[in-house]
């Protein structure tokens, strides 16, 4: 299977080359707006100029749409108003799709995010941390917590639309927390703030990061293997799926349904770790 994957050298993009990479059943085109290393074909291109982006859907079967555009997520992210950022991450979405549409690709994976339904997290702090019983299933409707997490719906219903009307199979990740190696644990994001200097291990601030990631995480090989079960899917038309490992504490849970309907497993659980790896 021929797949392009956009905004292939960030975190999400070496997960799924650092555990499908080396399976002969994909050969990857690595797009990215700079030149990287990975296995396979690395091309350097603009989601933002679609003339530039369009040549490479050629000769695709799918495509792993993950590039982002730079400025959405600040401190301000949860103002209500237009910006460059907010413009460009929405075009740079209907480029991808239009692409694919326009190259008559199978499937379109995109990574949407929690943050599509991040105000059930957001109002619900820090008790959902703490495995409470707050849960929220396949039928939660959109609940974008910030001008991202608006840019990500309209990810997925641009998806529904391309499905729908055009015959593409559309699957819709709202990923969890997905970190580099160095961060691949669920103690990954209050060890990153001891490096970076933001609170001591063992604070009350350290101790709420480790919750929230013990609910939220999936490990790096998880997300690849999600992404594996979209790409060799052939019974959807449309449906979006939660991007996190068998976290015990988990919120966003449709596991049972996403291991029915595509097959999707995780190996890695937040709760059988009491302490980042020595």
């Known amino acids: 299977m021929d797949v392009l994957v956009t905004g292939a050298h960030g975190v ?14 994909y050969d990857f085109t690595l ?6 290393d990975g296995p396979g074909e690395t091309v350097v291109a603009d989601v933002l100029e679609y003339e530039e982006l369009r040549p490479h859907f050629d000769d695709q079967d799918a495509v792993v749409h993950l590039a982002r555009i730079p400025g959405l997520d600040g401190p ?10 907010l413009a460009g991450e929405l075009e740079a979405i209907t480029n991808v799709y239009e692409a694919a549409i326009d190259a008559d690709l199978d499937s379109v994976v995109y990574a949407s995010s929690n943050h599509a ?9 820090p008790e959902v941390y703490h495995d409470t019983g707050i849960r ?12 991202y997490g608006v840019t990500k719906t309209y990810g997925e219903d641009l998806g529904r639309l391309a499905a729908e009307a055009h015959g593409i199979q559309c699957y819709g990740l709202r990923i969890g927390a997905v970190r580099s190696p160095e961060y691949d644990h669920p103690y990954g994001d209050a060890e990153r703030g001891v490096d970076d200097g933001k609170w001591e291990r063992g604070s009350d601030e350290y101790e709420e990061q480790v919750a929230r990631m013990k609910g ?15 790409l060799q899917d052939d019974s959807v038309e449309w449906d979006h799926f939660y991007g996190v490992s068998a976290n015990d504490r988990r919120w966003l849970d449709d596991l049972d349904r996403s291991r029915t309907v595509i ?9 059988e770790w009491d302490g980042p790896p020595e």
């Not at 301000?76 to 950022?85: Q, T």
């Not at 097959?263 to 709760?271: C, H, L, T, V």
């Open 12 to 25: 999400v993009g070496t997960a799924i080359t650092d555990y499908l990479g080396d399976d002969d059943r």
């Open 31 to 36: 797009l990215d707006v700079e030149e990287g």
């Open 76 to 85: 301000d992210s949860r103002a209500v108003g237009w910006s460059d950022p």
């Open 117 to 125: 339904v991040g105000m059930v997290e957001v109002r619900n702090e």
């Open 136 to 147: 929220i299933g396949h039928e939660e409707p959109h609940r974008p917590d910030s001008l």
């Open 216 to 230: 939220l995480w999936q490990s790096r090989r998880d997300l690849a293997h999600l992404v594996d079960c979209c």
């Open 263 to 271: 097959g999707y497993d995780p190996r890695d659980n937040g709760e």
